[in-house]
């Protein structure tokens, strides 16, 4: 109302507010005059608390985004012109606008340096956020425990002196955004409302036999949180177990027949010796081929010591490799990326042994602790795709093309920019 309508003293105001629909604008007013009002404001502004409630947010990371969209006032105020112009930036900017509000935003301490501190804080508050704070379900990690391997792919290039700590540059901040797509899509929607289906907080439900221990899975919910980050929403709702070694056997033909039993792209997940876990995503079925195939879908990732995702650079179309011919000179096993005999990962059909090769095809290091491998535990989930909402998208573009009132809302709260 009377903010709202009052003529603007921020000059970076009118090119914000350009950036929206009229419709857009009124929804976002009629947002600020509600949150204002539960603020006890007097219509005026939207306080800390009542900004936070809204969000779903709470902690150092709800504290610095307050800070940053009243551009650091300290006066606990957020005003309707303050609203435009953050999401004027953070959700219709152009992408180094975006990239450099959310850099920003990880530095919770405010000293203008992000550090590994502040990241600690950031990961621990999505956890939070995600899980709800619950540790204690099958599937759960101690999020202390499991955070750190997160942290690990983490760099911090910046060295200063004067503290004699490192700090993470904007361009080490890409690279993590790369690695770790959940983090960026979770910081990317922290100015939609709090909703199950936001970009980022999405975790698969995880369906196995009542008669398997959750704690022998490799796939726990933190990590399935990580490996959804490189999906789309409609590969986020189920992802059931086909084939365990433990419970089936560690063999290759048992696993062809398991994973025949599930149509979706399939999660193939290993733990090697060395203890370390890691594995790809199949967007292809592993059907016998004699040459690479597949398409840019497909992805490596590492799960533990360090968490990363490594999708497609384009520098080579060697994504998947499925081979189970007799008497062959070709490897006979299954695999991704790199060359034959130089895979950036390949189980042989014994499954008794593989091997690991830094790639261009994904742009990955060597995935465990040495180049050969030797499989302990392998499992493999399939996705269960939304099959209903594909069709849908595909018949008519998106569901917020076709719907253009919905799609104006979801603008407004950010939702439609942020489904990379």
Known sequence: MGNAHSPPTDPRFMPAARAFTQKELDDLESLFESLAAQSNSNGLYISPNVFQIYLGLKGPLAERLFNLVTQHRKDHQLTYEDLVIAKGTYE???????EEFIYQLLDVNGDHKVGRADLESVHMMMFDNVFHGNVSEPGSSSHQDIMGVFLKAAT??????????????????RNWCLLIPSARKFLG??????????AGRQVPHLVHMENIDSKMLLLRREYAWHIGGALS????????LLYHSAFNGLSFNTFLGCISNGEGPKVLIIKDREGYIYGGYASQPWERHGDFYGNMKSFLFQLYPKASIFKPTG????????SFFLFSSIPNGIGFGGSVNHFGLFISAGFDHGHTYACTTFGN???????QIYPEVIECWVVIRNVKQERRDAAIGTVLDRFKEDRHMLNMVGLANSTE
């Open 92 to 98: 219709k900017g152009a992408k180094d606008e975006i």
């Open 189 to 198: 929607s922290l100015l939609m409302p709090p909703d199950p289906g936001r």
């Open 156 to 173: 911090f290039s910046l060295f200063d002196n004067k503290s004699a700590e490192n700090f993470m540059s904007f361009e080490d901040f």
């Open 233 to 240: 929403q409609q590969e986020l709702e189920e992802w059931r």
């Open 365 to 371: 290091p060597c995935l465990s602790k040495a180049n």
């Open 315 to 322: 520098a080579s179309a060697n994504i998947q490799w499925a």
